[in-house]
């Protein structure tokens, strides 16, 4: 298991810009997958993005363009850069990583506010 803290959610307007910053408790080296997850409110759960042990990435269709994924190994981070943010981009957004193929850890998740 790893503990991971989102960070980096916030208020924005339409057309802005937020970068979320995920940190691991322990090196991420060695994971399967770390990436996002969004739910909005009434809505299921979402994959948003996800960087693979080889540095391999996937978006969903409704983000690509818009959002990057990347990872920092020496800082034990997994950023989400979200550009051009719209209005149904708010949700909470939570981090994930796959420490192996048969675990999975979860952030607590951070709220970000798109505003028309």
Partial sequence: QVQL???GGGLVQA???LRLSCAASRSIFTFN?????????GKQRELVATIMSGGSTNYADSVKGRFTISRDSAEKT?????????PEDTAVYYCYA???????????????TVSS
């Fill in 5 to 7: 803290v989102e960070s």
């Fill in 78 to 86: 997994v950023y989400l850069q979200m550009n051009s943010l719209k």
């Fill in 15 to 17: 057309g802005g810009s």
């Fill in 98 to 112: 796959d420490v192996n193929s048969w675990s999975r850890s979860w952030g607590q998740g951070t709220q970000v």
């Fill in 33 to 41: 997958a770390m990436g996002w997850y969004r739910q909005a409110p």
